[in-house]
């Protein structure tokens, strides 16, 4: 599955590991967060994440 990294801070949405903090199941791809997820860190909206290699 595709990682994608935070724009405005670095952090990276890594969809094997989710977001258990804020009730992203690992496993849960990019493309099926939730339209109003956040950066866990920075609050940036979900259009902020550009995909990583």
Not at 23 to 29: C, L, R, S, W
Not at 34 to 41: F, N, R, S
């Amino acid at each position: 599955m595709q990682k994608y990294e935070c724009q405005a801070c670095g952090y990276i949405y890594d969809p094997k590991v989710g977001d258990e903090d804020n009730g992203i199941k690992p496993g849960t791809a990019f493309e099926d967060l939730p339209e109003d997820w956040e950066c866990p860190l920075c609050g940036a909206p979900k259009d902020e994440f550009e995909p990583v290699e």
